[in-house]
């Protein structure tokens, strides 16, 4: 099965976003947009231990957005694999919409959701 363009530029969309979210919690840890995202006080940003969190929380953000581009661009199994890791996000943001704020299902799995949609249809 091949990947179809509108799957391929959704699924990079995603990885991109996880790469957004990469530099919200690695490099821009205690700025005002990761305050805002996260509802959390700058100087709370500061404190060692959540930003140690959000740093470690950021490569592992970081390393979905590559796996993610493997799939779609140098896989031989490029449609599996990337639905797999499309299903794994949606499910992480479903655990955090439960967890944490409903909107989670939408700001970080919708648009995995589309793609991951995207990868069935024929177009």
Known sequence: IK??????????????????????ETIATTSDATSRIFNIAK????NETINV???????????IG???LYS?????????????????????ALYGS?????????TQGGLAILALIATFLNF
């Open 3 to 24: 990947m179809t363009i509108l799957s391929t530029i959704l699924a990079t969309l995603v990885a991109l976003e996880f790469f957004y979210i990469m530099y919200i």
């Open 43 to 46: 100087n709370d940003l500061k």
């Open 53 to 63: 969190l959000l740093k470690n929380q950021g490569v592992y953000n970081g390393l």
């Open 66 to 68: 590559l796996g993610l």
């Open 72 to 92: 779609i661009y140098l896989s031989s199994a490029s449609v599996e694999i990337t639905r797999l890791i499309l299903i794994y996000i949606i499910l992480v």
């Open 98 to 106: 439960v967890t944490s704020n409903k909107k989670i299902i939408l």
